[in-house]
């Protein structure tokens, strides 16, 4: 068997893949401001089931550019999803990337309360004095948290993304989400990951300015 290699320059290789990933959807039509989510998602995984298991709240795409234009934040639940955020376009708006699973004080709080680190997080940052956006693409507990501190209504995220991954609780934690008013965007199912949340983090970036600085 011959192998055939694509003779595709280095700068087209995304552009290459997503025609690839359009053309395997075939006559599948996406909503026109969900689609770059939806693409960069099968695109990070490989995974065309994105296309139906990724939930949307109403004008949920609108509210979180809004939201990013104005200045939030993002928390994220472990370092790799703060890792593959595109901090420096984040910040062309003045928002940062937040992730406080290995500070003391919150190792600390976990321990003493008896909760998980990804729990104790969100407490953290709960407490910050700033818009936020949650990116949860690995612990459910930190799904659950933010679904609790909002039902208490001590918090008001701008956008919750949803997508952590496994087995324990993941498919719970998703639906409570889904049962609050806050926007969400949401991988129903088991599926999702660190990968996922960062890529929607940069799919919305990337909708407002495609820079790639």
Partial sequence: ???????????????????????????????????????????????FEY???????PD?????????????????????VKSGINKRALA???GEVFCFVADEDVVRAAKENGTTRSTAN??????????LIFAIGNAPTAL????????EGKLKPELIIGVPVGFVNVV???????ETEAPYIVARGRK????????????????IDDRRD
């Fill in 92 to 94: 062309r708006y003045g």
């Fill in 51 to 57: 296309a139906d298991s990724l939930c949307f709240s």
């Fill in 60 to 80: 949920v795409v609108k509210k979180a550019t809004e939201a990013i234009k104005k200045g939030a934040c993002i928390v994220t639940d472990t370092q790799m």
């Fill in 144 to 151: 659950v948290r933010i679904y609790e501190l909002v039902r």
């Fill in 172 to 178: 719970q934690s998703k639906e409570l989400i889904m």
């Fill in 1 to 47: 068997m011959k192998v055939e290699l694509e003779n595709v320059l280095p700068m087209e290789i995304e552009k290459r893949s997503f025609e690839i990933i359009t053309q395997e959807l075939g006559d599948r039509k996406l909503d026109a401001d969900k689609e770059l989510i939806i693409k960069r998602c099968i695109h990070t995984s490989a995974d």
């Fill in 122 to 131: 969100i407490d953290k940052a709960a407490a910050l004095a700033r818009p």
């Fill in 192 to 207: 999702g990951g660190s990968n996922i949340a960062a890529c929607i983090c940069n799919a919305l970036l990337y909708m």
